[in-house]
Antibody
Framework: EAQMVDSGGGLVQPGGSLRLSCAAS????????LHWVRQGPGKGLEWVAG????????GYADSVRGRFTISRDNAKNSLSLQMNSLRTEDTALYYC??????????????????WGQGTLVTVSS | EVVMTQSPATLSLSPGERATLSCRAS??????LAWYQQKPGQAPKLLIY???TRATGIPARFSGSGSGTEFTLTISSLQSEDFAVYYC?????????FGGGTKVEIK
């Protein structure tokens, strides 16, 4: 069964950095675009960033552009999110997710069929 | 940015009743619209993509319709496990955007 497992969350001070990771298994990793989605405490879902199948294209929400960097390592079946200059408003549960359709049938934009369990990032002094 | 607006914010219904959830886009997103279900403490679960295609393993009581700017998720007969929060998402334009959610609660 296809699975994604997020990790790397924690408590960080405003202005600090954190790197999230997502390990994938049981699907052909480099066939799919991947994304990060976050959910603030008691709030709805917010798309954060996405990367195409080979890492050549990356998209970001305006709220994180210039501070966050999404990357992938297809040899290791892993996805990362480097988060710098963190703000209190970045506090959220962060999920990794994969496109439902392969790169042969879809671009980077798609619905997400497999999600990680989420990793909590708390930005506070 | 395409703004997704869901209504109502809360829907109070009894098991066995029909649920109709709405999602409106601020501009056309053609049929690139997905619906997710989220229960407390769990990751979102994909129900519908392409506005009307059920994801693998999703029961037939869930159906999606619409195109352009107006979309509907219908649950034909609510089961106990269907009480949850539902989100729509457009994937036609960057940035990808979600609606604010509709909570379906037991009346």
């Amino acid at each position: 069964e296809a699975q994604m497992v997020d990790s790397g969350g924690g408590l960080v001070q405003p202005g600090g950095s954190l790197r999230l990771s997502c390990a994938a298994s049981e699907f052909t990793f480099d066939d799919y675009a991947l994304h990060w989605v976050r959910q603030g405490p008691g709030k709805g879902l917010e798309w954060v960033a996405g990367v195409n199948w080979n890492g050549d294209f990356k998209g970001y929400a305006d709220s994180v552009r210039g501070r966050f960097t999404i990357s992938r390592d297809n040899a290791k079946n892993s996805l990362s999110l480097q988060m710098n200059s963190l703000r209190t408003e970045d506090t959220a549960l962060y999920y990794c997710a994969k496109n439902i359709l392969t790169r042969h049938a879809s671009g980077t934009k798609d619905a997400f069929d497999i999600w990680g369990q989420g990793t909590l990032v708390t930005v506070s002094s | 940015e395409v703004v997704m607006t869901q209504s109502p914010a809360t829907l109070s219904l009894s098991p066995g009743e029909r649920a109709t959830l709405s999602c409106r886009a601020s501009q056309s997103v053609t049929s690139t619209l997905a619906w997710y279900q989220q229960k407390p403490g769990q990751a979102p679960k994909l129900l519908i993509y392409g506005a009307s295609t059920r994801a693998t393993g999703i029961p037939a009581r869930f159906s999606g319709s619409g195109s352009g700017t107006e979309f509907t998720l219908t649950i034909s007969s609510l089961q106990s496990e269907d009480f949850a929060v539902y989100y729509c998402q457009q994937y036609n334009n960057w940035p990808l955007t979600f609606g604010g959610g509709t909570k379906v609660e037991i009346k």
